[in-house]
């Protein structure tokens, strides 16, 4: 059995994590953050295929999972590397989903290794997965406290 891996966390400014509010007018969502609006994990299981991914640290990723803690949001996430960057065996979401329970969980994450499309694109999806929460307050420098210290 595989020892189980700590996710990492990043800290991220909150709209970037924002919902946002459909728009009835308009037929789409407003004021929904990048990394938000990234989430795939229903369009890789239908259809093996990601939304638009979001950048962090010099590279793509795609946010598999929302939570809600009281007043914010955070999101899980999976790198998106090119396939021949890929060392592992690339699985889909289908040959993953079939395996039982045991070994359907990967110490990396459950979508770790799997291959999917973005655009005309092939990816892999690396794991583990991080965790993006938002920044406290005391994190956030407002503009202000910039010219305050002059």
Same mark, same amino acid.
């Given at each position: 059995m595989s &020892? *189980? #891996?700590?996710? !990492?966390e990043y800290r991220v400014d909150p709209s970037r994590l924002a919902s946002g509010t459909w728009c009835h007018s308009r037929d789409r969502q407003i004021g929904e953050g990048d990394i938000s609006a990234s989430y795939s994990a229903d369009k890789i299981g239908m259809e093996g295929k990601v939304r638009k991914p979001f &950048?962090?640290?010099?590279a793509l990723w795609v946010c598999t999972g929302m939570q809600s803690y009281g007043d914010f949001r955070a999101a899980e996430a999976y790198r998106l590397v090119p396939e021949r960057f890929f060392s592992g065996e690339p699985t889909t979401y289908n040959e993953v989903a079939c395996l039982p329970d045991a070994e359907r969980f990967k110490p990396e994450g459950f979508?770790?290794?799997?291959r #999917? !499309? =973005?655009?005309k694109h092939e990816f892999i999806l690396v794991g583990p997965s991080v965790k993006f929460l938002p920044k406290e307050? =005391? $994190? *956030?420098? $407002?503009?202000a406290d910039l010219f305050d210290a002059l």
């Open positions: &020892a *189980t #891996v700590t996710p !990492r &950048a962090w640290q010099n979508y770790h290794g799997m #999917v !499309r =973005s655009g307050d =005391s $994190e *956030t420098i $407002e503009q």
